[in-house]
């Protein structure tokens, strides 16, 4: 870095002058090795008060009933992967599974939150695999300004990290919702009827149980194709997409070469889409609604099948959507799934499923209100995002950019 240039942020609070200085992580942070936090017994509950931490991007691995070794003095600290150099800041007791951690305190008055930011701003890619705290981490250079101003900028991101934390939780609240109107919208095993129903349909009667055999013909995915067929040619759904339920966009799908004389079936807008093979049970099963759809010819995953509904009046496509994830068809799904190392389902099960199905003019009635909180959900996903980007774009002009 040239010696003329001053080491000063973009945006700064109108009360600080003055140049920052470059100081090593290492100046600025302690450590502590986590052997005496590790947990013993890895058999994890959700009723239980301690969270077991993890340094990379699944933070809290599950929760403890151990009450020694609880790392709950100093707080708050930074956990750090020694062999990633990922790192979470923490600032309620927890323990820890992993050896290959260290638990960074601040020292020097500095403020712990301002550097753990601070650390979120470097570029350091890892290499070789290798414990990187003491040999090359710490002796990194972050900017660093006097102890008043860290915390004034620590102060300014933990108000923006609580807020983006409230509209989580919001998040969370609204899957929650979904989840419970997903369990009751639809018939218990052995019932009829759903517990929950819409005031026009309370007379109705029972629900129609029928095979998925009667819905709809089964489509094999795309066999017999090697990895030279790949990179170009007709989008290809993959195993990935479906399992994500996710919007599939089309124009970032894989491509597959495959010429008009191949007897293939390509894929139809309202088709729905399922995963046959899965590491888990719970993930086998999974199903995507194909509603929107380009004009082009559009091609399967051999790991995924299709059912093409009879009448697409009869099985509405949303309804579809909500049907196959509702708890009483991925109950029916789970039960049939095979494998140990790998599960799998066969077609010939898998159409034998019973699913409850009432009359189309309830199936719109379910679906436009599923459909409504998605969107409320997608919304919120949407406003978190923005925050991020904020936080993001903040976090640019708060810190001053360095060539170390």
Same mark, same amino acid.
């Given at each position: 870095?040239?010696?003329?240039?001053?080491?000063?942020?973009?945006?700064?609070?109108?009360?600080?002058?003055?140049?920052?200085?470059?100081?090593?992580?290492?100046?600025?942070?302690?450590?502590?090795?986590?052997?005496? +936090?590790?947990?013993d017994n890895t058999d994890y509950n959700d009723e239980y008060e301690i969270p077991v931490l993890?340094?990379?991007?699944? $933070?809290?691995?599950?929760?403890?009933?151990?009450? #020694? /070794? *609880?790392?709950?003095?100093?707080?708050? !600290?930074?956990? $750090?992967? %020694?062999?990633?150099?990922?790192?979470?800041?923490?600032?309620?007791? +927890?323990?820890?599974?992993?050896?290959?951690?260290? *638990?960074?305190?601040?020292?020097?008055?500095?403020?712990?939150?301002?550097?753990? #930011?601070?650390?979120?701003?470097?570029?350091?890619?890892?290499?070789?695999?290798?414990?990187?705290?003491?040999?090359?981490?710490?002796?990194?250079?972050?900017?660093?300004?006097?102890?008043?101003?860290?915390?004034?900028?620590?102060?300014?991101?933990?108000?923006?990290?609580?807020?983006?934390?409230?509209?989580?939780? =919001?998040?969370?609240?609204?899957?929650?919702?979904?989840?419970?109107?997903l369990q009751n919208l639809f018939p218990q095993d052995g019932e009829k009827v759903p517990k929950?129903?819409?005031?026009? +349909?309370?007379?109705?009667?029972?629900?129609?149980?029928?095979?998925?055999?009667?819905?709809?013909?089964?489509?094999?995915?795309?066999?017999?194709?090697?990895?030279?067929?790949?990179?170009?040619?007709?989008? $290809?759904?993959?195993?990935?997409?479906? $399992?994500?339920?996710?919007?599939?966009?089309?124009?970032?799908?894989?491509?597959? @070469?495959?010429?008009?004389?191949?007897?293939?079936?390509?894929? @139809?807008?309202?088709?729905?889409?399922?995963?046959?093979?899965?590491?888990?049970?719970?993930?086998? /099963?999974?199903?995507?609604?194909?509603? %929107? +759809?380009?004009?082009?010819?559009?091609?399967?995953?051999?790991?995924?099948?299709?059912?093409?509904?009879?009448?697409?009046? =009869?099985?509405?496509?949303?309804?579809?959507?909500?049907?196959?994830?509702?708890?009483?068809?991925?109950?029916?799904?789970?039960?049939?799934?095979?494998?140990?190392?790998?599960?799998?389902?066969?077609?010939?099960?898998? !159409?034998?499923?019973? !699913?409850?199905?009432?009359?189309?003019?309830?199936?719109?009635?379910? &679906?436009?209100?599923?459909?409504?909180?998605?969107?409320?959900?997608?919304? @919120?996903? &949407?406003?978190?995002?923005?925050?991020?980007?904020?936080?993001?774009?903040?976090?640019?002009?708060?810190?001053?950019?360095?060539?170390?």
């Amino acid at each position: 870095m040239s010696k003329t240039k001053k080491i000063i942020p973009e945006f700064r609070f109108p009360e600080f002058k003055g140049e920052w200085s470059l100081e090593e992580l290492g100046q600025c942070l302690d450590y502590l090795q986590p052997t005496p +936090f590790l947990v013993d017994n890895t058999d994890y509950n959700d009723e239980y008060e301690i969270p077991v931490l993890t340094a990379g991007k699944s $933070f809290i691995l599950g929760y403890t009933n151990e009450q #020694e /070794g *609880i790392f709950n003095e100093n707080l708050p !600290v930074i956990i $750090f992967d %020694d062999f990633t150099t990922a790192s979470q800041f923490v600032d309620f007791p +927890f323990k820890t599974k992993s050896s290959a951690m260290k *638990i960074l305190l601040a020292k020097n008055d500095n403020d712990i939150k301002f550097v753990y #930011e601070s650390m979120q701003t470097l570029n350091y890619e890892v290499g070789v695999h290798k414990r990187h705290w003491i040999s090359v981490f710490s002796k990194l250079r972050i900017a660093v300004p006097k102890p008043q101003e860290q915390q004034k900028i620590a102060s300014c991101l933990s108000s923006l990290d609580e807020l983006i934390a409230a509209h989580k939780d =919001k998040l969370d609240a609204l899957k929650d919702h979904k989840k419970g109107l997903l369990q009751n919208l639809f018939p218990q095993d052995g019932e009829k009827v759903p517990k929950l129903r819409f005031k026009e +349909f309370e007379n109705s009667g029972e629900w129609e149980e029928k095979k998925i055999s009667d819905l709809g013909e089964t489509i094999s995915g795309l066999t017999g194709k090697s990895k030279d067929d790949f990179g170009a040619g007709k989008p $290809f759904v993959t195993y990935k997409q479906v $399992f994500d339920n996710s919007e599939i966009n089309f124009e970032q799908c894989e491509r597959v @070469q495959i010429s008009d004389d191949e007897n293939q079936t390509s894929l @139809q807008q309202g088709d729905i889409l399922f995963t046959t093979s899965s590491e888990t049970p719970n993930e086998v /099963g999974f199903a995507s609604v194909l509603i %929107d +759809f380009p004009k082009e010819k559009t091609y399967l995953n051999s790991f995924c099948f299709a059912l093409r509904p009879f009448n697409i009046e =009869k099985t509405q496509p949303q309804f579809s959507r909500y049907l196959f994830h509702s708890p009483i068809y991925r109950r029916s799904v789970t039960a049939i799934a095979q494998g140990s190392t790998r599960y799998n389902i066969s077609k010939g099960a898998f !159409v034998e499923i019973q !699913v409850p199905i009432p009359a189309p003019t309830e199936q719109q009635k379910i &679906a436009s209100c599923l459909s409504s909180l998605d969107e409320v959900i997608e919304a @919120q996903v &949407a406003k978190i995002e923005q925050l991020k980007l904020h936080k993001k774009g903040l976090m640019q002009g708060l810190f001053p950019k360095i060539n170390d």
